[in-house]
């Protein structure tokens, strides 16, 4: 298949030499199966295979994209044979940047599970064993998906550079209910881990079934343990506004910061890591053909770098990141580096304040402030001196990303591979401690 695309790609390249100044063709072929489970049951699986053609065009200094999906690869050639006709519409960019001349680029090793392959075809006993550790830990009944796919990359640009990488992903997530409760756990990686698929059934049937009285929080601060797919979810809104696009937009709360400022708790380091072959967002090279590397965005407190293509590092006097997003550059994957705190001695340390398992319907007020909500989603435990003592309704985090950086006050020892509708971008992430987090009801 590496010559197959490389050879589409070429093709595609070679009808749009003679009307564009530069050209960058990216086909994407992902060979999937989605397995749905609903009541203890697999209910659905369906097999896919998809073609995402991504086309980057400049004329004049203007600049283009198409990006389109299809089942049949034969239909790439005709969606390319219609994008001229808009050519004419788009205006000269100021952002312009001829695309980088070819370096040569270190490879990355080990981003295929042949296990994945076996798996497809044999996908029900990975559900099985979601499914039974969590019925083992009290579960009544799960639901979830599991998700496994083989990725093949092909890039070329009109500039000489040729790539190709295959890579595999499993993604499983579970939410677990007994009684009135339920419980929500996630792993992402490029490799089939008995361990943390079982996990998954295990950790959602946890969080559900630890029966406490349901008692009334008041809305105030307190101090809140966050679990990994929280802090996954939160940290995709941070390091995606590291994105130099979205300072220059006015939609990060880096704009008005600059490398060097302290910009949350000497504790924290987070991480872009494409290089990390756990995470399936992993790769060798962007999407300008810039070779990648590992960088942190904050370094012990201390903003360290912005993410940029060739474009936004034109605008900002510097040199790509390895990041590209051909418009907009972007994180691959996420790390925040571990600290030296369970989620029990979290727990311990807390005065009074709350565990929060899950959250969705996270939204900004203000992106420059970092003003922000999210909703919790399935357990909740209110912890009153290092005990908890008791869970509570769904309520609300309303407060704001630049306190909530400089706030963390315990960071977990163990992290966790997260990816799932919530957390889109790959995450390696532990369980936070934050203080004087301003809760509300989600209703008020």
Known sequence: MNADLLSINESILGKLRNSYDESAVQINEVNNVMIKIVNNEISLKHSQTLYNISLYLVKKGRLFMLESSTSNISELTSLVERIGSYAELVQESELYAPLPEPKPYKALSNLFDNKVLNYIDNSAQLCELMINSAINEGAQRVSGTLKLSIVSKALTTSKGFEGFERGSEVVSYLRAFKNESSGHWAYGGRFVDLNSIEY?????????????????????????????????????????????????????????????????????????????????????????????????????????????????????????????????????????????????????????????????????????????????????????????????????????????????????????????????????????????????????
């Not at 532990?430 to 209703?443: E, G, H, Q, W």
């Open 200 to 444: 998954v059934g295990k950790k959602a049937a946890q969080y559900a079934a630890f029966t406490k009285e349901v008692v009334e929080v008041p809305p105030k601060k307190y101090e809140v343990i966050l679990s990994p797919l929280v802090v996954g979810n939160l940290m995709e809104l941070v390091a995606t506004m590291a994105s130099s696009f979205y300072v220059l937009s006015g939609f990060s709360i880096f704009m008005n910061k600059k490398v060097g400022d302290v910009v949350a708790s000497e504790n924290l380091t987070l991480a872009d890591v494409p290089r990390d072959v756990e995470l399936s967002n992993s790769t060798a090279f962007d999407d300008e053909g810039v070779e990648t590397y590992d960088k942190e965005i904050i370094g012990g407190g201390v903003l360290k770098s912005l993410l940029h293509n060739s474009k936004t590092a034109a605008k900002f006097s510097t040199t790509s990141t390895g990041n590209a997003g051909l418009i907009s550059p972007k994180p691959w994957n996420i790390s925040l580096m571990p600290g030296d705190s369970s989620e029990d001695e979290m727990v311990e340390e807390t005065k009074e304040g709350l565990l929060i398992t899950n959250n969705w319907y996270t939204r900004l007020q203000n992106y420059v402030e970092g003003t922000f909500s999210t909703v919790s989603r399935d357990a909740v435990f209110y912890v009153r001196n290092g005990e908890i003592v008791g869970t509570t309704r769904r309520v609300r985090i309303a407060d704001n990303l630049n306190k909530l950086l400089r706030n963390v006050s315990f960071i977990g020892k163990k992290q966790y591979l997260i990816k799932w509708w919530e957390v889109t971008v790959p995450s390696k992430v532990p369980y936070v401690m934050v203080k004087d987090v301003n809760i509300t009801k989600p209703f008020d």
